[in-house]
């Protein structure tokens, strides 16, 4: 059994206020959830309205089908409207 995460560090240029923000990651994380078979949360600058680290969690048998799957998760999140992603991590354990 593998495990694996995905951090994605984001800029979200469009957001005035973390009202705003908390319905972009809201609407991202969930989209994600119900399109792939994933663990989504936001865990960082939680009080930042233009940055937020979105984190993707997925289990698996094989290491391929994981970067497989997170690089699609890493590409839905990447076409969003409104977010940029800044920086990407993807760890195995």
């Known amino acids: 059994m593998i495990v694996a995460c995905l951090a ?3 800029f979200l240029p469009g957001c005035r206020s973390l009202k705003e923000k908390r319905g972009v990651v809201k609407r991202v994380l969930n989209r994600v959830k119900n399109r792939f078979n994933v663990s989504a949360a936001e865990v960082d600058f939680w ?3 233009q ?3 979105l984190a993707f969690a ?3 048998g094989e290491r391929r089908f994981l970067e497989a ?3 699609r998760v890493r590409r839905f999140v990447e076409a969003h ?4 992603i800044l920086r990407v991590d993807l760890m195995f354990l």
């Open 8 to 10: 994605c560090e984001c």
């Open 69 to 71: 799957e997170l690089e």
């Open 58 to 60: 997925a289990v698996a």
């Open 47 to 49: 009080d930042h309205w």
């Open 81 to 84: 409207e409104g977010l940029e």
């Open 51 to 53: 940055r937020t680290t």
